[in-house]
């Protein structure tokens, strides 16, 4: 099983659907590969958002899993 950390940009790719990364993060469970982010991450990702969609959009990331750095 391989771990793959997810940089910023990927996270927010994935936050604004699109399908390229959809289709690779949904790759990567298929295979039973974890694909995770960090605080740094969900800060950065947080920081950059609208207040107006600053909730719904962290609950999408809720499923990932999170590692410490």
Do not use: W
Request: some cysteine.
């Amino acid at each position: 099983m391989a771990k793959y950390l997810l940089d910023t940009a990927t996270v927010i790719a994935h936050l604004r659907g699109s399908k390229k990364v959809n289709f690779l993060l949904e790759e990567i469970g298929q295979r039973g590969d974890i694909a995770g982010c960090c605080c740094i991450n969900i800060v950065e990702t947080y920081a950059g958002m609208r207040e107006d969609v600053q909730i719904s959009y962290i609950f999408q990331l809720l499923p990932l899993q999170f590692d410490t750095i």
